[in-house]
């Protein structure tokens, strides 16, 4: 992902892309929003980044805001915001850029169950409404078969390479949450559950003897 | 949370104060006090009084004053300007660190009387040697904050498209704004030891031109009263950096 958005050149092999690298955005783990700024001015300073001016880009702020649920808070700065509703400001603030291709390193790995359901909802309603393309790792099987069109495996590292592509049939436009009661979702979960423990008993041939 | 307890820990400091005061005050009456040394509070008080109601005082303040001030403005703006650069051009900052290194290491009030030769008796050699009290201090203070930014801030800066003025004015800027804040307070007094200092070594005003003053003529009092006046104003101005450290962290 470091090498897809161009913070560091690839170890080998080269990255392709059919969209431009401004049209990239990445959405990080930590959610990595300036603490000496409000959320607004934090959803802005992207905008502000590419020559929109101050007035126009705190205009979209707010109405990203809004659309992510947060309209009201735009003068709150990260401290004063739960994990969720920071979660949500640093959506807004790679959003706002209007990205073809949105990367996802774990972004909700750190919010408890219900806010994360509730926050993945949103997400999935909004990446289909804006047709964006979205390439997301996560360590949640279930989170990946609700989410994607493809699931790729990747290996134990540290040569981690793919193994499989595993196709999602379940259809668009889709609610994550009713995916998982789709006929698909439990074979599809099985098949790839076989593998991954494979693949990590693999790796950790002593921890799994215990 | 401030307990009752907490919150009347200044009224116990003022009270022990004043005890202090009413103790020496009485000893100094009593005889057993030798003024030549020790006046009593009441002398100082009058020293003081003295030299504001004749209007004397108030040219020593104001070259003192402006020496400081000038100093620690200087001083801030290349401290931070130097450090930032050197932060971010390795070029520059294997130039500027051994230099600056010398100068941390070495107790820089000793070019004082270099300053006095090259700039003369006045204010200038005061300015110069507050600003190079107060400049490598924030110099290190911004070079060493910089290199501990938070690098998730840097990369988000980054992939939302900022350029490096972008990162210097977002994150490198108020992230060592905490750590030039905290240091302001030495600053300050970094600041006043340089203009008191060079107005010892050769000056015709100042506090400290008063103060060797008083020395040469044996007059504690006086002494006394230039110490209490230069810590009044100290403090005075540390009040001042605390209501601008809550404004601009307000943030935290």
Redesign the interface.
């Known amino acids: 992902m470091r090498a897809v ?1 161009g ?1 560091q050149p690839p170890i080998a092999g080269t990255v392709e892309l059919d969209v431009a690298p ?1 049209e990239v ?2 959405l ?1 783990q ?1 959610d ?6 409000t959320a607004r001015d934090n959803v802005a ?2 905008l502000v ?2 020559r929109l001016d101050r007035a126009q880009a705190l205009a979209q702020a707010d109405e990203w805001l809004a659309r992510l649920g947060l309209s009201g808070f735009g003068n709150r ?3 004063h915001l739960s994990g969720g509703q920071r979660k949500r400001v640093a959506l807004a ?2 959003l706002a ?1 209007r990205p073809k291709l949105l990367l996802m390193d774990e972004p909700f790995a750190s919010l408890d169950a219900i806010v994360r359901a509730r926050i993945i909802q949103d997400v999935a309603e909004l990446v289909e409404h804006e047709r964006i393309s979205v390439l997301l790792v996560t360590h949640d099987l279930e989170e990946a078969i609700s989410l994607s069109d493809h699931i790729y495996l990747l290996s134990q590292g540290p040569r981690a390479r793919l193994t499989r592509d595993y196709p999602v049939p379940i259809p668009r436009p889709r609610d994550p949450m009713g995916a998982r009661t789709h006929p698909a979702f439990a074979p599809l979960f099985d098949e790839i559950w076989k593998d991954l423990s494979l693949e990590v008993g693999h790796g950790t041939r002593a921890e799994a003897a215990e | 949370m401030t307990t009752p307890a907490a919150r009347w820990v200044w009224l116990r400091q003022l009270a022990a104060f004043v005890v202090v005061l009413a103790v020496w005050e009485v000893a100094g009456r009593a005889g057993l006090l030798n003024p030549l040394y020790v006046p009593a509070p009441s002398q100082i008080g009058a020293a003081l009084a003295e030299s504001f109601s004749d209007g004397r005082i108030w040219p020593h303040l104001e070259a003192t004053f402006t020496a400081a001030l000038g100093g620690l403005a200087l001083g801030i703006a290349v401290g931070i300007v130097l450090g930032v650069i050197a932060a971010l051009v390795p070029v520059v900052a294997e130039l500027v660190e051994p230099v600056m290194t010398l100068l941390n290491a070495i107790p820089r009030v000793i070019l004082a009387p270099l300053f006095v030769i090259w700039l003369g008796i006045g204010l200038a050699s005061k300015v110069a040697l507050s600003f190079i009290l107060v400049a490598v201090l924030i110099f290190f203070t911004v070079f060493s904050g910089i290199r501990q930014v938070d690098r998730k801030l840097v990369e988000r800066i980054i992939t939302l498209g900022g350029d490096r003025w972008a990162l210097v004015r977002h994150v490198y800027l108020p992230s060592v704004a905490a750590w030039i804040l905290s240091n302001l307070k030495v600053a300050v007094g970094f600041a006043f030891t340089g203009a008191c200092v060079g107005e010892f070594v050769a000056a015709t005003r100042g506090l400290g031109y008063l103060l060797s003053f008083a020395q040469s003529t044996y007059n504690s009092a006086l002494m006394f009263a230039i110490i209490f006046l230069i810590l009044a104003v100290v403090l005075l101005i540390f009040a001042a950096a605390g209501q601008l450290e809550k404004y601009l962290l307000r943030w935290n």
Not at chain 1, 32 to 37: D, E
């Open positions: 958005i913070l401004a955005g990445i990080f930590d990595a929003l300036l603490p000496w700024r300073l992207g980044f590419h700065f990260p401290r603030q790679v850029l």
